[in-house]
């Protein structure tokens, strides 16, 4: 269990760049007494090869300086075991390991052995894919070495579809975390959730509504200018409007509406899931439709249909979803389809 203020906030740029700007961030982060700690990544995990993968050790240097001018304590990711020593050695007082790691085993066990020889606190990013099990199996391998601070960090998991949010929430994977692990905080990261910083507000409030035990925002200087996630880094202004903005619920209060809010919030997810769906299925309708007129074939074909129904109720039965009302739905799906492949006709038969 984490033995920290919480809320936690934790700010601070994704990458670490220059000390300028990471002294500049820290002059700026301590302004607010509420900030606990200082944020920036020396080692930057990019999808693509040739992109800017951070300054390295320089920048643990950088983070020294800047926990020496203004008192904040600082974190960085580690994806390795040799991180973790670099890290400890240059005065880094927390540790996370970045999504892509926290889905690798034999990266968790060596990062957790050195984290329990080191005793420094670390927090477990959650796994790229929407998997309880793997994030757990993760935080298992720090506690069974005897690891006791340990945090978890919610950055969304990646999704169908992008919609709104760089990464999906999938807030039921993070209530059933707290429920397995009632003692081991959970922060939220409404910067990569979110990946746009117009909607990092909400999804901050949202958070401590549904019970977030802190936040880790990214902050840079010049924001613009940032040689990673541009998009969903807030300037120092931004900050300050946030931060005043916030309201804090009292931790130890659960009432039947917090509960109904954590309910709702995820019908809210599955909405949205069903129409990015829906939205997928007209558009491969459409393509049919096209093959369908190009070679003069009919629009309704009686056997496909026959197996879509036979299909979808024999899984309707299967995951107790009633059939009448399994009927309907894909009755009125299919008028759709037929009446967006007609559609397509009637564009084309104008030319
Ligand atoms: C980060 O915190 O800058 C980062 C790379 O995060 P994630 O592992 O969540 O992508
Ligand atoms: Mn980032």
Redesign the pocket.
Known sequence: MMKLNTPLIIAGP??AESEKQILTTAQALSKHPQINFL?A?VW??RTFPGDFEGVGVAGLEWLRKAKEATGLKTCT?VAHAVHVEQAVKAGIDMV??????TVNPFLVEEIAEAVAAYNVPVMV??P?NPDLDLWIGAIERFIRRGVEQIGA?H??FSGYRKLIYR?EPFWEIVFELKRRYPTIPIIN?P??LTGDKALVREMCQKALDLEADGL?I?VHPHPEKAL??QKQQLSFDELSDLLKSLVYRNPKETSPSSDILKIRTQIDEIDSEIIKLLSHRIGLVREIGDIKHKNRMTILQMERWKEVVETRLALGDAVGVERDFLMKILQIIHEEALRVQENTDDTENTD
């Open positions: 994704c990458s944020r990544s930057k995990p990711e996370w390991i970045g999504a892509r790691t990013k959650n790229v960090i950055r969304g990464n990261d910067s990569h880790m990214e990673t996630d």
